[in-house]
């Protein structure tokens, strides 16, 4: 008998439950940090990659970063002097906020600053990142990189895309197999914010505008029981 598609009945009690563990978890994981390691970041990411933060998490096998709920984060490094973990600790939640996590290290924090100062992975944007540049596709055969490239360096766009990028915009035809514009389209300008029919046309053409970035906002020693905003060093 074939199984029945109508919704099934999730009981939020052990959601909920499930919730409270993975909460429970990072709280006393983020804490058992504090007690083991002398440094500890607030970082902010630009242009979440999972697969990027992978890369930071193998470089600094070291070190222990937490990407969780910054509400549970706080509460574990203390909201007050009163709660907090650590003497001062509680001045680093106050960065807490927005889509930031934790980095604890035992390395040199001017190491740490160093490397990510440097450190950026270019990627395809996503729908409601703000375009770095303009990208106009000249008239005439449409070619695989949009006129980021010579003719004679590109491949044409197959015909059998020409249905799929008209229907993200561009308005295209086929002659004679040809995928052709009658005048240059402007994919996107600097500064617009981009949907998903440009992000996808994008990427079709190979032009990557997302940089992945992790920047480091404050942190805190132990050994100084003090906390120091990096963009203050900086400066």
Not at 41 to 62: P, T
Not at 85 to 96: F, G, R
Not at 186 to 198: A, D, R, Y
Not at 204 to 232: R, S
Request: glycine residues 6%; hydrophobic residues 40%.
């Amino acid at each position: 008998m074939p199984k029945s598609k109508r919704a099934k009945v999730v009981h939020l009690s052990k959601t909920d439950k499930k919730g409270k563990e993975l909460s429970f978890k990072l709280f006393a994981d983020v804490q058992e940090a504090s007690d083991n390691y002398q440094h500890v970041f607030v970082f902010a990411v630009e242009n979440m990659r999972n697969s990027y933060l992978k890369e930071v998490r193998a470089e600094f096998s070291d070190c222990r970063l937490f990407f969780g709920k910054t509400k549970v984060m706080a509460k574990a490094l203390g909201l007050t002097p009163a709660d907090e973990h650590l003497t001062n600790l509680s001045q680093l939640s106050k960065y807490l906020v927005g889509n930031v996590g934790l980095f604890f290290t035992n390395r040199d924090p001017q190491d740490i600053i160093e490397y990510f100062s440097a450190y950026a992975q270019t990627d395809f944007a996503r729908a409601g990142v703000t375009a770095t540049r303009t990208f106009t596709i000249p008239a005439g055969v449409v070619y695989s990189r949009g006129g980021e490239l010579a003719a004679e360096d590109d491949v044409q766009l197959p015909h059998s895309q020409e249905v799929t990028v008209r229907k993200w915009g561009m308005p295209t035809k086929l002659d004679k197999g040809k995928v052709v514009l009658d005048a240059p389209y402007t994919v996107c300008k600097e500064g617009q914010t981009l949907n998903s029919h440009q992000t996808a046309l994008l990427k079709l053409f190979g032009v990557a505008m997302a940089d992945f970035k992790i920047d480091l906002k404050a942190y805190y020693t132990a050994a100084k029981e003090e906390v120091t905003e990096v963009n203050a060093m900086e400066e």
